[in-house]
């Protein structure tokens, strides 16, 4: 079975950088794409960024140019760096993983997730 385990959240000034890391074990063969997302207090669950395996990247246009994800595959382990952090950026931050190529930002697309690690930005 596929686990996910993310780190690094945090609280952090605006315009300040925190780096999330997501370790995966399990199955990862089934593992197509990666994928960030994200849910603020009283708001929906919403794809950040995600990544395919051959390495294409797609970001949501709130973070283009702050965030970026990467992968180490040797290490299963995927990471989100950033920057330039905002208090709207404050949310629950999950890693997810999907039997699915393409890199989607669609919730429905992944089906293992890790428990979370809360960011909070202020202002």
């Known amino acids: 079975q596929e686990q996910l385990v993310e780190s690094g959240g945090g609280s952090v000034q605006a315009g300040g950088s925190l780096r999330l890391s997501c370790v995966a074990s399990?199955?990862?063969?089934?593992?197509?794409?990666m994928g960030w997302f994200r849910q603020g207090q009283g708001k929906e669950r919403e794809g950040v960024t995600a990544?395919?395996?051959?390495?294409?990247?797609s970001y949501a246009d709130s973070v283009k140019g702050r965030f970026t994800i990467s992968q180490d595959n040797a290490k299963n382990t995927l990471y989100l760096q950033m920057n330039s952090l905002k208090p709207e950026d404050t949310a629950m931050y999950y890693c997810a993983a999907s039997p699915f190529v393409g890199g989607s930002l669609m919730e429905y697309e992944y089906t293992y997730w890790g428990q979370g690690t809360q960011v909070t930005v202020a202002s």
């Open positions: 399990g199955y990862t063969y089934r593992r197509k794409s």
């Open positions: 990544i395919d395996s051959d390495g294409s990247t």
